[in-house]
């Protein structure tokens, strides 16, 4: 592949990245179940002490994140509207998930007696995408 250019090398996947940011995921949640869970129990306590490196999953995954997003954005520079393309398709890909995590928390569970600990009048500030203002 000597001499060859940039541009042949656009659209290339990292199939060994898309397995670690799993991985980094599979941290997270992990993380958020120890938190959770009663420290009872000698399996569960031997889990959480052999894997007490957990929170190292959110740095994981933002900094591949990060990575793959730089690389999304130097392959397309020289495009048209790589702007608008960018973001279309993040917004694509995250606010489906997102408001539809919405619906359940805010509109269907509080309907089914679940109680979400999210104060009903905060809901315009997760409709909105503002919620770190609520927060603050």
């Known amino acids: 592949m ?4 940039h541009r042949e090398h656009a659209g290339r996947h990292y199939p060994a990245l898309d397995g670690l940011r799993g991985l980094a995921a599979l941290l997270i949640v992990w993380r958020h179940y120890l938190e959770l869970a009663p420290k009872q129990g000698r399996i569960l306590s031997t889990l959480s002490m052999i894997t007490g490196f957990s929170w190292i999953g ?4 933002f900094v591949l994140s990060g990575f793959l997003i730089t690389g999304i954005l130097a392959d397309a520079k020289n495009k048209k509207r790589f702007f608008q393309t960018f973001y279309g398709r993040r917004v694509l890909r995250i606010f489906p998930l997102y408001y539809a995590v919405l619906v359940v928390i805010l509109l269907i569970l509080p309907r089914l007696g679940v ?10 500030y997760y409709w909105s995408y503002i919620t ?3 927060f603050a």
């Open 132 to 134: 770190n203002f609520y």
């Open 2 to 5: 000597e001499g060859s250019s």
């Open 115 to 124: 109680q979400t600990h999210i104060d009903p009048s905060s809901g315009i």
């Open 58 to 61: 959110v740095d994981l995954f």
